[in-house]
């Protein structure tokens, strides 16, 4: 039985093995082939795939076909269950987008019922905001409950959040950096983007609330993001490329008007070991590449390790929500000790399916400092 591992997929991380040197690895079924190792490439010897990623296209793809040949030939591989798996990559700059129709539209309904739900420049533009790369963590890391400014009738109050949420999204991996002052269009996606990864934006929704007027989510999401361990390569997802749902207005040129791609990947979002929804990231209205033109259409650059993110992943229906202020309409959050894992997957260029790098988490009890 396939572990949705196999060579159509093969994707990037960093292992070690008994506290030894850190070094990047690819996965094959449940076994991490030594690519320093086995090519004895300098580049590969590291604690980050920011080396190699910053090498291009080309030297991707050759790579891509060099593990394979070496994995049909026999190369010998190390088993899942010996390796600890490592933060893959060094992350640059952390931006989040905003770009699901469904989750917007829930969103505004709940936090401004008495308004139109999505605001007027929604449908124009990916809406999105600078995270925090510093708080970006590997998957199984522990999330703290974080504490911070609530509002209340009375005026601000501090402790920790008691609206603690998740987002369930993709992240897309910047490798081959751009120089500022130069957009990259959005037809060269595939010239700058290395991998995708599984992505939870954690969200304390009371923070959150009390601190994104007039600017924009701050300390409601940087204490912590989740990634997985494992980084497919855009080389994997060949077979997974679809057409997302027709934007209506036509946006501007630059942002690829009628050239809108997005990636059919399913999500499985559970809690406490029960699923509780399958967002499909086929319905998501802005695409990866308009998000990485927008990012860079002021002539802001991007480098190597950046990491862009969708934002929330939900469907149209009620099962398909990808987190949980829409789940459960704003009435209940997360609780100390629950743990939230993200499931991915994707068809492979194979014919079957693919399994990306899930993303788990705990939440543990908060830690006041301060007061």
């Known amino acids: 039985m396939s572990t949705g591992f196999g060579l159509d997929h093969l994707p990037y991380g960093v292992f070690s093995v008994a506290g030894d040197q850190r070094r990047v690895g690819?996965?094959?079924?449940?076994?991490?082939?030594?690519?320093?190792?086995?090519?004895?490439?300098?580049?590969?010897?590291?604690?980050s795939l920011n080396p190699?990623?910053?090498?291009?296209?080309?030297?991707?793809?050759?790579?891509?076909?060099?593990?394979?040949?070496?994995?049909?030939?026999?190369?010998?591989?190390?088993?899942?269950?010996?390796?600890?798996?490592?933060?893959?990559?060094?992350v640059a700059d952390y931006v989040d987008f905003y770009?699901?129709?469904?989750?917007?539209?829930?969103?505004?309904?709940?936090?401004?019922?008495?308004?139109?739900?999505?605001?007027?420049?929604?449908?124009?533009?990916?809406?999105?905001?600078?995270?925090?790369a510093g708080t970006v963590v590997p998957s199984g890391t522990p999330v703290v409950r974080p504490c911070g400014q609530r509002g209340g009738p009375?005026?601000?109050?501090?402790?920790?959040?008691?609206?603690?949420?998740?987002?369930?999204?993709?992240?897309?991996?910047?490798?081959?950096?751009?120089?500022?002052?130069?957009?990259?269009?959005?037809?060269?996606?595939?010239?700058?983007?290395?991998?995708?990864v599984g992505l939870n934006d954690w969200s304390a929704r009371d923070l959150q609330a009390w601190e994104y007027a007039p600017l924009g989510p701050f300390l409601g999401k940087s204490f912590a993001t989740s990634v997985s361990h494992w980084v497919t390569p855009v080389a994997a997802l060949e077979a997974a490329w679809c057409d997302l749902p027709e934007q209506r207005p036509e946006p501007l040129p630059y942002l690829g008007a009628g050239q809108v791609r997005g990636l059919d990947v399913s999500v499985e979002v559970e809690l406490d070991g029960e699923v509780v929804s399958r967002p499909p990231y086929r319905s998501m209205y802005w695409s990866p590449a308009q998000m990485l033109a927008h990012l860079t259409s002021n002539g802001a650059s991007v480098r190597t390790g950046d990491l862009f993110a969708s934002g929330t992943i939900s469907g149209p229906a009620e099962d398909q929500r990808g987190s949980f202020l829409e789940l459960?309409?704003?009435?209940?959050?997360?609780?100390?000790?629950?743990?939230?894992?993200?499931?991915?997957?994707a068809p492979g260029v194979d014919g079957g399916?693919?399994?990306?790098?899930?993303?788990?988490?705990r939440v543990e009890p908060a830690r006041d400092s301060l007061v």
């Not at 539209?105 to 709940?110: E, S």
């Not at 369930?168 to 060269?188: N, Q, T």
């Open 353 to 361: 399916s693919i399994t990306l790098g899930e993303v788990r988490g």
């Open 26 to 47: 690819v996965r094959h079924e449940d076994r991490v082939l030594d690519l320093a190792a086995a090519t004895g490439r300098p580049e590969l010897a590291t604690s």
């Open 99 to 132: 770009a699901s129709e469904h989750h917007a539209t829930n969103v505004g309904r709940i936090l401004r019922p008495d308004s139109e739900p999505l605001l007027p420049n929604w449908r124009h533009l990916p809406v999105g905001y600078h995270g925090r």
């Open 154 to 196: 009375d005026g601000p109050t501090w402790g920790p959040t008691g609206r603690l949420d998740v987002e369930a999204e993709l992240g897309f991996v910047v490798g081959a950096p751009s120089s500022i002052g130069d957009p990259v269009p959005y037809s060269a996606f595939g010239e700058h983007v290395f991998g995708v």
């Open 328 to 345: 459960w309409w704003g009435e209940r959050f997360l609780d100390d000790g629950a743990e939230v894992v993200l499931r991915y997957s």
């Open 52 to 90: 190699f990623m910053a090498l291009g296209p080309e030297v991707w793809r050759q790579t891509r076909e060099e593990v394979r040949a070496l994995l049909e030939g026999g190369a010998e591989t190390i088993a899942l269950d010996e390796v600890e798996l490592h933060l893959p990559f060094e």
